[in-house]
């Protein structure tokens, strides 16, 4: 899906009736990416992140699901941003590692979609060290060094006073760069 071939969409939607339970996030994935049924698919993966996080046992479905939910949100889906937000900030672990790492992987994916869900939670500090644990884990010292400039970028070009200011200062001190 992410290459962007409409043609595949029937293959994906046959292997969706036919795929073990933890590929099915990756199919999902892949259709919504394709621009079919995205709110249905977007939402199965938000319904599998909640019933793995509520039913043990499931980690492998709950990665897939979270790393599902970062995909689309680096690809700009917003619901999908916010729903990592909504399901990992009050989350512990096992869920609170896979949707930390999947909000490290969108961050880094697209630091503008990232900032602008971040300025619409009234929980930043919680947001930001949920983000904190994702880059501990993240093994892509590039990607955050090209966020930390993106992060600077958008630190300067925000007006002196404006809630992004702050709200950006806070990311920079949470993440110590």
């Not at 595949?8 to 933890?22: M, V």
């Not at 909640?50 to 700009?76: K, V, Y």
């Amino acid at each position: 899906g992410k290459i962007g071939n409409k043609s595949s969409i029937g293959l994906l939607a046959g292997l969706q009736r036919t795929a073990p339970r933890e590929a099915q996030p990756a199919i999902a994935t892949g259709i919504c990416l394709l621009g079919s049924n995205c709110d249905l698919h977007r939402g199965f993966l938000a319904r599998t992140l909640t019933f793995s996080d509520r039913n043990p046992g499931f980690q492998e479905l709950l990665r897939a699901a979270a790393s599902g939910l970062g995909t689309l949100a680096a690809a700009g889906d917003v619901e999908a941003g916010r729903t990592l937000f909504e399901v990992g900030i009050p989350s512990a672990d096992p869920t609170r590692a896979p949707v930390a790492l999947a909000l490290a992987g969108f961050a880094v994916r697209q630091p503008t979609g990232f900032l602008e869900r971040l300025a619409e939670r009234q929980d930043q500090k919680d947001a930001l060290l949920l983000l904190r644990e994702g880059f501990d884990m993240l093994e892509e010292d590039f990607a955050e060094e090209q966020f930390f400039v993106a992060v600077r970028k958008a630190y300067f070009a925000a007006a002196e006073g404006s809630p992004q200011r702050p709200m950006i200062q806070g990311l920079i001190n949470t993440l110590e760069f």
